[in-house]
């Protein structure tokens, strides 16, 4: 688990937050705004070796970082 990890900061060297959806009242024009984005590809790849780690228990999955 801890190779996992340090490894995980090689492939991901940056806070992991993402927000699919977001809308809220902009404060000024008081009009709805409305935002989607998709995983970036580092974090997409992340989770999938995230995955596999969990699957598998095994490190080999985030020992390759491509």
């Known amino acids: 688990y801890k190779q996992f990890v340090e ?6 060297p940056r806070q992991a937050l993402h927000a ?3 809308g809220f009242i902009h404060p000024v024009t008081r ?8 995983l970036p590809d580092d974090f997409r790849l992340a989770l999938e070796k995230w995955q596999k780690y969990v ?8 020992l390759e970082l491509s």
């Open 31 to 38: 009009k709805y705004v409305h935002f989607e984005a998709e």
């Open 7 to 12: 490894n995980s900061f090689t492939l991901l």
């Open 20 to 22: 699919q959806t977001l």
């Open 55 to 62: 699957a598998t228990g095994s490190n080999e999955s985030v």
